[in-house]
């Protein structure tokens, strides 16, 4: 092989290569999404949190509008604090929106689903959504269901 | 007693060879940096340690897409979540198999071929003939394939993976009916580029540095006999693999908590 078909195959390899990295972060992995601008972030307190974690998707009216960038107790209120950045594109989100802790499907992963109130101002950096919804415990729930059946069947 | 002794014989010579092969990557370091200014030297090793290997890489990549694909929707399914099938593949390629596996191809077709290469050079007497013409053979010979091998490794993690994830695609979406679209979209949900791309690429190229220094020691350390060479070459693919493992453990246990 001559000295310019190696050359070049060598710098094809290369190109290949970098090409088949920057394809995995745009194509498999989020930087694509990632890199939209700086996202804004609104803090919620919810009672309990279920199975939420940390990078769980924020949707609105089903749409993801961002996600869950952290969770912490709040050592006062003995609640969690539920840390959610916004893509900025979606600044618009009235003061008065509330939040709840849904399950995707029967067993699917847990993610943060926001209401929107009617309030004409809207949520900015920092703030904190008031109205908030906590998981569903299927334990809390079947206990609570149980604890009906009892008590419907003693009044009868 | 006898034991004993060649127990401690057995060590001394183990931390013999652990100290000169420290001594000879200083020097091969050395000598890379000499060697940037004669770059014709590498884009030949290049050749040889990475686009030679490239047809196996991209062959395993694709059948290890496959079969991962495969054996995770025959999981998924029966919980449900085959729309995870995406993400269940190109996590465990850009985290794990990927940078493993490649290195593990690469210890046994580039860095066999390094070895054996090197090794036969010594054993030919063509690197003493080099110090005779005040050819210093760590610059002419030792470090461009040092260079070479540690540039490769990353790029060639990075074309395993990318096909390793067509070939889920293949089958996930051709043979099994997942849908293309969810496919994408959970896998971008949910990895990271800097989490789980970016580690894995510095593993590779920690996985890269060992291979190449692994089998460029071997070869300039072997006995300059067939017999030396042969063994020099076993040593380099049982010790590389092995150090590939052991590491990517380590890595896995400081990288993903």
């Known amino acids: ?156 | 007693m006898n034991s004993v002794r060649s127990l401690g014989a057995w060590v001394i010579k183990a931390i013999i060879g652990w100290g000169r092969a420290g001594l000879f990557l200083s020097h091969a370091l050395t000598a890379v940096v000499l060697v940037l200014r004669r770059f014709g030297l590498v884009v030949q090793q290049l050749f040889s340690v990475g686009v030679l290997t490239l047809v196996i890489v991209l062959v395993s990549g694709l059948f290890v897409g496959m079969v991962l694909a495969l054996q995770g929707y025959n999981t998924l399914v029966d919980f449900g979540a085959e729309s995870q099938l995406g993400l269940v593949v190109a996590l465990t390629l850009t985290r794990e198999l990927g940078p493993v596996l490649t290195a593990l191809l690469f210890a046994g077709r580039a860095g066999s071929a390094l070895t054996a290469e090197i090794g036969l050079m010594k054993a030919t007497e063509q690197l003493a003939a080099m110090e005779m013409m005040a050819v210093d053979p760590m610059e002419r010979v030792v470090a461009p394939r040092f260079l070479a091998g540690f540039l490769s490794m990353p790029l060639l993690a990075a074309m395993f993976t990318l096909v390793g994830v067509i070939g889920g695609h293949l089958v996930g979406v051709g043979l099994l009916g997942v849908d293309s679209g969810v496919y994408w979209s959970s896998m971008q949900e949910g990895v990271d580029a800097h989490a789980d791309i970016f580690n894995g690429m510095i593993k590779s190229l920690v996985f890269g540095f060992v291979v190449t220094w692994v089998a460029v020691f071997e070869g300039y350390d072997a006995t300059p006999t067939s017999e030396g060479v042969s063994r020099a070459t076993t040593r380099t693919v049982v010790g590389s693999s092995l150090a590939v493992l052991g590491l990517d453990f380590v890595l896995t246990s400081l990288m993903f908590e």
């Open chain 1, 1 to 156: 092989m001559n000295r310019g078909a190696l050359e070049l195959t060598v710098g094809l390899f290369v190109l290949a290569g970098i090409g088949a990295l920057a394809l995995l972060a745009f194509k498999v992995g989020n930087l694509s999404a990632a890199n939209s601008g700086e996202s804004y972030r609104i803090s919620a307190r919810f009672d309990n949190i279920g199975g939420l974690t940390v990078k769980a998707p924020v949707t609105l009216a089903g749409v993801r509008i961002g996600r869950v960038s952290n969770i912490s107790i709040d050592r006062k209120y003995y609640s969690a604090l539920v840390e959610l950045s916004i893509e900025p594109k979606y600044d618009n989100l009235p003061v008065d929106t509330s939040a709840s802790i849904l399950t995707a499907g029967l067993l699917g992963a847990q993610y943060v689903g926001l209401d929107p109130g009617g309030e004409e101002t809207f949520l900015a950096n920092g703030d904190r959504i008031e109205i908030t919804q906590s998981a569903v415990v299927l334990e809390h729930l079947i206990g609570q269901l149980l604890f009906n059946r009892a008590e419907g069947g003693g009044g009868s």
